[in-house]
């Protein structure tokens, strides 16, 4: 007979679903501040204020757009 496991009460397997739902959001995140910023109606500062990402990773994002 073989053996059980389910795989869903591994500690890796919900470490590896954390780690992919952190990187959904933040690519979700970043998607948002490209359409805002190519919108170009608010700064920068209220971009970040409404999305959650830092002034900085804004300018960054800002600055990747422009090249």
Not at 40 to 65: H, N, R, Y
Request: no cysteine.
């Amino acid at each position: 007979m073989g053996l059980l496991y389910d795989i869903t009460k591994d500690y890796l397997y919900k470490e590896g679903l954390v780690k992919g739902e952190e990187k959904g959001v933040a690519k979700g995140k970043h998607e948002v501040v490209v359409n805002m910023l190519e919108e170009g109606t608010l700064p920068v500062e209220q971009i970040a204020k409404f999305t959650g990402v830092s002034v900085e990773d804004v300018k960054q994002i800002a600055k990747e757009l422009k090249k």
